[in-house]
DNA sequence: TTATTTCCTGACCATTTGGTCAAGTTAACG
DNA sequence: CGTTAACTTGACCAAATGGTCAGGAAATAA
């Protein structure tokens, strides 16, 4: 009989284990973004990895663990985004914030937030749980926030609920719909700099449209963000 | 099997393969919006259809000529939503009226709206090409209109591209995030009430955003639709 | 009527799939 | 060193999958 159970090690053969889950989850973040749960395969996920598919069942006993434990991450990553919104008098400052929050999730985790809505597509076998408590939570609350805006004559009387989804839809489709953008866009990716006047574009019209801030004709960027938009170093 | 056709074609066995072809379409389109090309199966898609297997393979030979077709069918309609947005001087006539042809689409085809979604998230394996041709040359077609507003001085100067993907996005949401949006919303779809406020949030927000109007604190809708809103037929 | 075309379907097949297993290899520890 | 626990993997399996086929049923044409 063994007597030693030891508590892990911080050496060599400790960190594998670390090592080897976040390449796994990173490979498998990908496959099921692209083929959701039931398209995606195991055999895939293992040759994104670069590993034996035996050996992706030895971290992961089923698919399904996979999956969960994928789609957990990329809801520690919405939780995160929606701590920026914060209960704040400005709607300008509260708004500006939390979608340049979005739009950057969007840009850094793309493969999360199309796991994620193809979760939604799929009626969210997984994640109903969290919709229904978290996500129905949260949004309630914001609702509250905003609706006080409306109360103080801050911004237009519009339905809180409209208002998010619009802000959902904006800054994730730049996610989900990467690839037709990049089509669109003459088959390379937005620029750092194309991307920076898109996350403006964004701000600029949803704030104007709920009258939070007065545009006129002529200027489109007030200063919600820093001047340094200018060539900020184009990545490759 | 069933004998409930009442309308008799010209003959019975002429319209046969019409009919069980807009069945077996029907059935393709939400098996393939829900899981995406690979996640669906061909049985899957024969038992929602009501008709054994083999006969599925009868009428479309394999899986991904089934698919083409779903995906044809889809981009036809979206060529419908593209013809609304016509050249017209006036930019709060020409976005109203093509927001709200795209809402309704998301209303009445959620399905397709999905499976389209999904080709964009796989990086469009069957509609690429029209994504170069089509979408590329429209996109650019409404963005000359879009910068001609501009000069006019009709609306705030802003990268035509991005408030079109704000329209697509926004709109689309409706019909790929259903779910989520039934879930909010205590579980139960939205009603005509509902769906025509967010219409009217999503319409005032994008043109006050542009400032293609001058909305003021408390006054959620203008005249921006016409008359035949009425009373929309409430389905169910 | 008979002949012909179209439609229908249970049974079948080759391949792919999620998952297992036993036999290894590698690293830690005494 | 030897023992042990953690890691690795080729080979394998049962179930599911896309697709076929032969034979039958139904409608139309002759």
């Given at each position: 009989m063994k007597k030693s159970e030891r508590v892990k090690k911080t050496t060599a053969k400790a960190g594998i284990r670390q090592e080897n889950e976040k390449i796994i989850l990173k490979a498998a973040e990908s496959v099921f973004a692209e083929y959701g749960f039931r398209g995606a395969t195991t055999s895939m996920i293992a040759e994104q990895a670069n590993i034996p598919k035996a050996n992706l069942h030895y971290y992961f006993p089923t698919k399904e663990a996979l999956y969960r434990q994928v789609v957990d991450n990329i809801f520690n990553i919405w939780l995160q985004a929606a701590d920026s919104f914060d209960d704040c008098d400005d709607p300008v400052e509260a708004l500006s914030r939390y979608i340049e929050k979005k739009m950057d999730i969007s840009r850094d985790n793309p493969m999360g937030s199309k796991v994620w809505a193809n979760e939604i597509i799929q009626?969210?076998?997984?994640?109903q749980d969290y919709l229904e408590t978290t996500l129905k939570d949260w949004t309630e609350s914001r609702a509250v926030i905003i609706r006080r805006w409306i109360a103080q004559g801050k911004i237009n009387p519009i339905d809180p609920q409209y208002l998010l989804y619009m802000i959902w839809s904006t800054t994730q489709h730049y996610a989900d719909f990467n690839h037709q953008i990049e089509t669109l866009n003459g088959g390379t990716p937005l620029s750092d700099a194309q991307y920076r006047v898109a996350k403006d574009n964004v701000i600029e019209i949803i704030l104007t449209g709920i009258g939070a801030v007065q545009r006129r004709r002529n200027s489109l960027l007030q200063d919600n963000s820093p001047k340094d938009q200018q060539e900020k170093s184009d990545r490759a």
């Open positions: 009626r969210a076998p997984v994640i």
